[in-house]
């Protein structure tokens, strides 16, 4: 499945939600989709799941418009954290209408995971806590198995060992079955192991896209004597300073080169790798 999103805008009245937003998706791969409340991830994901048109600008699924496109529509599953207070159907009856529209769905495999996450498949949904619901969604997410499938927070309310069940089977049938996954989240530091690639959205604009290995390889903390340090990140892409005394700690976005690696170690300068959870935090924060 290919994804193409073409210089994409959305406004909800004078407020711009996505601001001429271009990258392409094309392959079956994990895609963390990061950003802070606001940044419009949902904004993207309600375009690219037919839910909304954009203002100006295009999202494709593999050449055509997703908007009251059909055929789109059964190859992308969104998930999100959806309210079931009015639901009176049980998990069985749930599942029985899923399958009826998706027609990748697996009901063997999402019954094996109503019995991992322990759900009553008698009670009524709206009487699940919401940590249940949000396994219900999970289910319904992996079973589905559609080629563009999007979990947009879909864990919230799920204890941890709910969220390592999912994580566990989200990598297993990825392996087995895979296809364009998309997760939107706030919590990078438990998730990115999960990431093939990641795109980080900021203000309505994408301003990483890349590849979870090549991503980190590029966040590195410089640290050592104030005045080493600064000459040595004065021409580097610096996103955060820190300092006690006479020790200066400046964390730098941008590959450094074996030469660079050579003269830190030559000035007694002390190179560590920092996160995906620090990068993603330092380079949305204002005035990065």
Do not use: C, W
């Not at 992996?142 to 994580?167: C, H, K, N, Q, W």
């Not at 590195?220 to 996103?239: H, L, M, P, T």
């Amino acid at each position: 499945m290919k994804i193409a999103v073409n210089q994409l805008s959305l406004k909800y009245g004078n407020e711009l939600a996505l601001s001429e937003v271009s990258f392409d998706i094309d392959s079956p791969k994990i895609y963390g989709l990061l950003g802070k409340n606001g940044a419009g991830k949902t904004s993207f994901l309600s375009i690219l799941a037919s839910y909304r048109e954009p203002t100006s600008g295009s999202v494709t699924v593999n050449g055509e418009t997703p908007f009251e496109n059909a055929t789109v529509m059964q190859q992308v599953a969104f998930l999100y954290n959806k309210d079931y207070k009015e639901e009176t159907d049980n998990v069985l009856g749930i599942l029985q209408d899923t399958e009826r529209y998706r027609p990748h769905f697996d009901r063997e495999y999402a019954e094996y995971l109503v019995n991992r996450f322990n759900l009553d498949v008698k009670k009524p949904v709206k009487q699940f806590s919401k940590g249940m619901q949000s396994a219900l969604n999970v289910i319904i997410g992996l079973a589905s198995r559609a080629p563009i499938t999007i979990f947009d927070e879909v864990y919230l309310g799920m204890d941890v060992p709910s969220r390592d069940i999912f994580y566990k089977e989200l990598l297993e049938d990825q392996e087995k079955h895979p296809r364009v996954i998309i997760l939107s989240t706030h919590l990078v530091s438990e998730m990115e192991y999960l990431f093939d690639e990641v795109i980080i959205l900021d203000k309505g604009k994408v301003i990483i896209h890349e590849e979870f290995d090549s991503l980190i390889n590029k966040g590195v903390k410089i640290i050592g004597n104030g005045e080493a340090v600064d000459r040595f990140v004065q021409s580097k892409n610096q996103i955060h300073v820190e300092q006690l005394g006479q020790t200066k700690a400046v964390m730098i976005y941008g590959e450094l080169s074996d030469h660079d690696r050579m003269v830190a170690r030559e000035q007694g300068l002390e190179l560590e790798p920092i996160s995906l959870h620090e990068l993603f935090l330092h380079v949305t924060k204002e005035g990065a």
